[in-house]
């Protein structure tokens, strides 16, 4: 993707390529549907860095016209160790797109009253923009309690309840989207365009995090929304009726070439770890089976590689945004 081609929108610190138009999307479609030739591959990696280059140089501007630097706060609990990968990465992002970045790592037998007493304090300090807390908490914490307790102008993961519901209702504008779905959704935009009048879109997976602010911010674009989950009946059918298929469950490679319509777009977003032919050695794999997907989609995301640097990306967005409502930039 072209560097020149990524600019930032306003509406729910969304970053996006300008749309294609319709006629040639509708072609895209149809030409890749009848070629069947190798799917293109969504490169999540080679976007991430351009949005992140978008930010940064967003970040300077803001910094020099008014002294304001975007201020990102992870709190993390314990010592899983997958979350203290996540947690580096984004704070390795946070400083190369310039902002401030603090960590806050509390003992895994910490009461709730510690960490809604951080967050209390961070909620009150107006040198942060965002606030993180990095999921899974241990087993004693209620993590709504928690989530919940950030106040919904820092919530840059979205999932205050005030956040979920502006975007349900369409509110775009003042609600932060949550990384993954916001992620997600620029790199369909970026394969058939910002309006998806006219096609189907599949999500399976129902969660709060990725399948349901997913379906939102499709419905909000005008595809035709099903979402599916471990009731649905059916599923390969249904899955075969999508032009865009988004995979949210975390179940390794279930989604097989069969499921996929000619030409679809396919968005991986599982992440699931799987040893390598019985060796102790393990690699990992998404929900789409991605051998297979390339065979039959028009374009699909790696993992990892896709779905992923996105997501990061995303967060720092939504804290460059909540940082340029402070200075009242819109
Ligand atoms: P979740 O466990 O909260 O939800 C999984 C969903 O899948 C549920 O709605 C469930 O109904 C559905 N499901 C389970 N089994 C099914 C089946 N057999 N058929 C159809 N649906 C089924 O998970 P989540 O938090 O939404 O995450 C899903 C996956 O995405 C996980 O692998 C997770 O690690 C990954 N993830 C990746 C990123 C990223 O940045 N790449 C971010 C968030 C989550």
Not at 52 to 63: F, H, P
Request: proline share 5%.
């Amino acid at each position: 993707m072209r560097k020149d081609a990524v600019y930032v929108r306003g509406i729910g610190g969304l970053l996006s390529a300008p749309p294609k138009d319709r006629l040639h999307r509708w072609s895209l479609i149809f030409l890749r549907s009848k070629s069947m030739t190798n799917a293109k591959r969504i490169d999540g990696k080679a976007m991430a860095a351009a949005c992140s280059e978008s930010i940064s140089a967003r970040t300077a501007q803001l910094v020099e016209r008014t002294g304001v630097k975007p201020g990102l706060t992870v709190v993390i609990v314990g010592e899983d160790p997958a979350s203290q990968v996540y947690v580096r990465n984004k704070k390795r992002t946070a400083e190369a797109c310039g902002f401030n970045s603090v960590q806050h790592s509390l003992p895994e037998d910490s009461t709730e009253e510690d960490v809604l007493s951080l967050i209390d304090e961070l909620n009150n300090d107006p040198s942060v923009h965002g606030i993180l807390v990095q999921l899974p908490l241990p087993g004693h914490l209620d993590e709504e309690l928690i989530t919940q307790s950030i106040r919904p102008e820092k919530d840059v993961d979205g999932f205050h309840f005030q956040n979920i519901g502006m975007l349900t209702a369409g509110h775009l504008d003042g609600a932060f989207v949550p990384c993954t779905p916001a992620g997600c959704m620029l790199m369909i935009e970026e394969q058939v365009g910002k309006d998806l009048s006219g096609l189907n879109a599949v999500i399976i997976g129902r969660s709060n995090i990725v399948g349901k602010p997913m379906a939102s911010l499709l419905l909000k674009a005008n595809a035709t929304v099903t979402i599916c989950h471990s009731r649905t009946k059916d599923l390969p059918e249904v899955a075969c009726s999508a032009d865009i298929l988004v995979a949210a469950v975390g179940r390794a490679e279930m989604v097989k070439g069969e499921w996929i319509k000619p030409g679809a777009v396919v968005i991986d977003v599982g992440i699931n770890r799987i040893e390598v032919d019985g060796e102790k050695k393990n690699k990992l794999v998404g929900d789409v089976n991605y051998g297979e997907a390339v065979e039959i989609a028009g374009a699909v995301t790696p993992v990892p590689g896709g779905v992923g640097p996105m997501t990061i990306v995303m967060l720092m967005a939504n804290t460059l945004q909540s940082a340029e409502r402070v200075a009242c930039i819109s």
